[in-house]
């Protein structure tokens, strides 16, 4: 009796909530945990259409980041998109950045370019463009100096380190960034210190076991001559 009561209730539930307007389904949604969205938007194809369309991150963006309605020149060369990618570019950087500031979006954008560059590319370009022509631009074409737009477009690059998945690909894009070797290019167009370090420490740390006897020594030959002196950790194959 249990079982046909609680099929009756969900039943019931299902038919109460298909009777809703999209409209009042994308009031109800946007005011969930942003974490639930996935899974809600795999429970019906109607439900999945709402988090496809343009209608529902409007909405959330309206909700949740109000001033993003404001109307203002987009600088730089990485495209601000539409209400979806606007409101994941803010949402990451309040959560992961919190900078407080007008140029959360702007981060937000920037990471989320820089990860889907280095995780999704079999052959992005090399890290100097990344850093200077285009992530360091960003930020200088928006007003900043560039000892802010090298420390922003560092911070970047350290939070996109952190966040990449560990698999092989990541393993192979780590081991090019130690071996590319050093481009010459003028301050702020050159990744910082803290940045390299990051990624020699990763793959020492990280992908001890992924290297051959081969390769462990030649980014260790790499990170001897970089930094002096290098931790303990980093040696023994």
């Known amino acids: 009796m249990t079982d046909n009561r609680d099929s009756d209730t969900l039943t019931l539930v299902d038919n109460s909530f ?13 005011r969930l945990p942003v974490s639930e969205w996935a899974q809600i938007s795999c429970v019906k194809k109607q439900w999945a259409s709402l988090f496809l369309g343009e209608c529902l991150w409007q909405a959330a963006l309206m909700r949740t980041f109000p001033s993003a309605s404001q109307a203002k ?3 730089g060369p990485i495209p601000q998109g539409l209400s979806k990618r606007r409101f994941a570019a803010l949402y990451v950087g309040k959560h992961i950045f919190a900078l407080g500031n007008d140029i959360d979006e702007i981060v937000g954008h920037t990471y989320l370019f820089l990860k889907e560059q280095l995780e999704l590319s079999n052959m992005p370009p090399p890290s100097g463009i990344l850093h200077g022509t285009i992530i360091a631009d960003q930020f200088i074409t928006c007003g900043k100096s560039r000892d802010v737009s090298h420390e922003l477009a560092s911070q970047i690059w350290l939070a996109v380190l952190d ?25 702020p167009y050159s990744r910082s210190i803290k940045v390299q370090w990051r990624v020699f420490e990763k793959l020492f740390t990280d992908f001890r076991d992924c290297f051959d ?16 002196p290098i931790p303990s950790a980093w040696l023994g194959f």
């Open 73 to 75: 020149r987009w600088p």
């Open 18 to 30: 298909g009777r809703l307007p999209d409209h009042l389904l994308i009031e109800i949604f946007i």
């Open 213 to 228: 006897q081969a390769d462990y020594y030649d980014v260790l030959a790499i990170a001897k001559n970089k930094f002096q």
């Open 163 to 187: 966040n990449l998945e560990e698999n092989q690909h990541t393993f192979l894009l780590l081991k090019r960034l130690a071996l590319e070797g050093d481009v010459f290019l003028p301050f």
